[in-house]
């Protein structure tokens, strides 16, 4: 219950998660702290989120911490 009024306090005050697995890497929203090379997966795209990024409107407040193919 406290867990969902928190997050419904998030939403009125417009924070929002950074969506990363599976997205195109960008550098203003993530911050890749590894690499790895995977077949079948194209460079540039996010392969795992190690810490969840949260922005307000268009403002980062923190970005995601991922991993990122080569």
């Known amino acids: 219950m406290i867990k969902d009024q928190f997050e419904s306090v998030l939403k009125t005050e417009m924070v929002e998660e950074i969506e990363?697995?599976?997205a195109v890497f960008n550098p203003n929203l993530h911050n890749a702290v590894m690499t790895e090379s995977k077949d079948g997966v194209e460079s540039g795209?996010?392969?795992?989120?190690?810490?969840?990024?949260?922005?307000?409107?268009?403002k980062v407040?923190?970005?995601?911490?991922?991993?990122?193919?080569?």
């Not at 407040?61 to 080569?70: L, Q």
């Open 20 to 22: 990363s697995d599976g």
């Open 45 to 58: 795209i996010v392969l795992e989120t190690f810490e969840k990024g949260y922005k307000i409107k268009d």
């Open 61 to 70: 407040i923190r970005p995601s911490m991922v991993k990122v193919s080569e």
